[in-house]
């Protein structure tokens, strides 16, 4: 990790610590608050590079929704800034701490506490893991489709708070979409219950989607209401190698552009497929420039694979290559799962990019990638939900090599860059934090960053929850 600090008020005496972790004990028990500074520090930051962490003061783990407010009636009193925190897979450095701070990690509060199949939620708490959720919800029929790469160790509250994505988007929609209630307790220690769980409702304004991707700047999440699908055939994938980006992405908007609806269109570039290749012997086409995977879970997906199939022929595509059965599929899902750690493996160090395109703009998007990464000299893989065009380009590089370091920072902004000039979004599904917020002010303009201060300050106006973020 390459990191500075984010520098907030913090307590410099010990005394003045003492003083905030006695009163966190009043109203909790000792096991959920953690004041070791060697455990401590292994909660200062997510899985972003080039993004500050400061050091907190102490840990907390609560349990149940009262202790979330106790600890937030505690630092509104002492004027402490409070980082909430999931998993910490995050790629932004939305969940890394400030210097004095209390880190609230929410992993604890982790259960499922109801699923109905009549109404079609599920109630669950911010802890849940997204793979578990799914899992559960199968057994009922249902389907949770919000599914991003790191399903099996992040969490529902940090996927709300960063709107995060996955694979299915391109026919199912991200996560925003999928939160119909929460209960969020305030900076103050509030509780205060938003949105519904009927299956219409349009009561006041929408304050549960304004929740949704405030990456931990509004108040903590401390019960969520999902909305669920019934479980969808089991989709099929096909395969399709390309000589170019462009012909994958000429490829991805006549797929588009014919009404079909895949539950999945992903794409890899050729530094993405030797990665992966490299880092589990997958067996993918390394000849090939670019993977397109598509997939239907439709009833009859084999039929819209083989229209599909001959949209990517007529684009260029090489080779065309439906899967037999579920167990191929789930195979080149799991090459496309790894891709993100396949390219960490490449030099040690990545930056992971999320930009969002038109997806007519996804060829120039990844012409405009290639071209940024022989400027400076760098590895730079692509992967993408091709289907919504979210790019991932990925930036490898050494660390400890300082030049290589700053080429790495040079190139990552010149990519979103190259998204705005696209008529694009600096994040689809990551969220801002700590690493895009120069950015955010570039995206919004200064009207757009005076109302989204204006929100914060109504619900923040100590400025206490999760602060440096954003903005």
């Known amino acids: 990790m ?109 259960r499922i506490l109801e699923i109905s199949p ?9 802890g849940v893991i997204n ?25 529902i509250g940090g996927n709300i708070g960063t709107a995060s994505g996955g694979l299915c988007c391109v026919k199912y929609g991200v996560t925003a979409e999928y939160v119909l209630g929460l209960d969020v307790v305030l900076a103050d220690g509030r509780l205060m219950s938003t949105g519904r769980r009927t299956a219409k409702g349009v009561a ?12 931990g700047s509004l108040g903590i999440v401390v019960r969520a209401v999902l909305a669920l699908k019934p479980k969808p055939p089991q989709q099929l994938v096909l395969a399709a190698e390309f000589p170019s980006a462009t012909a994958a992405c000429d490829a991805v908007c006549r797929i588009m552009e014919g009404g079909h609806v895949p539950s999945l269109l992903e794409l890899m570039d050729r530094t993405t497929v030797k990665a992966v ?23 009859d997906p084999a039929a819209d694979l083989a229209a599909v199939g001959a949209l990517c022929e007529a684009a260029g595509a090489t080779e065309v290559v ?41 060829g120039a998007m990844l012409e405009g990638v290639e ?21 991932h380009p990925t930036v490898c590089f050494d660390a400890q090599d300082v030049d290589e370091s700053r080429r790495a920072r040079d190139s990552f902004d010149e990519i979103m860059a190259l998204g705005l000039q696209l008529g694009g979004t600096i994040t689809g599904e990551h969220g801002v934090g700590v690493l895009k917020k120069e950015w955010l002010a570039r995206e919004i303009g200064p009207v757009g960053v005076e109302m989204q201060r204006a929100v914060k300050r109504t619900f923040d106006p100590l400025g206490i929850l999760n602060p440096g973020k954003l903005f």
């Open 322 to 362: 439906p899967a037999e059965d579920a167990a191929e599929s789930e195979l080149l899902l799991k090459a496309r799962r790894l891709s993100l750690t396949a390219l960490e493996a490449v030099k040690g160090t990545t930056m992971i990019d999320d930009v969002c395109v038109p997806r007519s703009k996804l």
């Open 131 to 155: 793979a578990n959720l799914s899992h559960a919800v199968e057994e009922h029929g249902l389907y949770y489709p919000p599914d991003p790469s790191s399903w099996e160790m992040c969490t």
């Open 371 to 391: 071209r940024i990464a022989a400027k400076y000299d760098l590895t730079i893989g692509v992967c993408a939900h091709a289907g919504d065009g979210n790019t």
């Open 204 to 215: 006041g304004y929408d304050l549960t989607r304004l929740f949704v991707g405030s990456e």
């Open 2 to 110: 390459i990191m500075s600090r984010i520098e907030a008020p913090r307590f410099e005496d010990p005394a003045e610590t003492s003083d905030l972790t006695g009163r966190l004990l009043a109203g909790l028990p000792a096991e959920a608050v953690l004041t070791d500074p060697d455990v401590t520090a292994s909660y200062a930051h997510d899985m972003a590079s080039f993004c500050p962490a400061g050091a907190p003061a102490v840990v907390v783990l609560p349990r149940t929704a009262e202790q979330v407010q106790h600890v937030m009636r505690v630092a509104t009193e002492l004027r402490v800034p409070v980082v909430p925190q999931g998993a910490r897979s995050g790629l932004s450095g939305g969940a890394n701490a400030t210097d004095g701070c209390i880190v609230l990690s929410l992993t604890r509060m982790d």
């Open 118 to 126: 009549v109404d079609r939620i599920a109630v669950v708490e911010p």
């Open 277 to 299: 290749n490299d880092l589990a012997r997958m067996g993918l086409p390394e000849t090939t420039e670019a993977l397109l995977l598509a997939a239907f879970d439709t009833p």
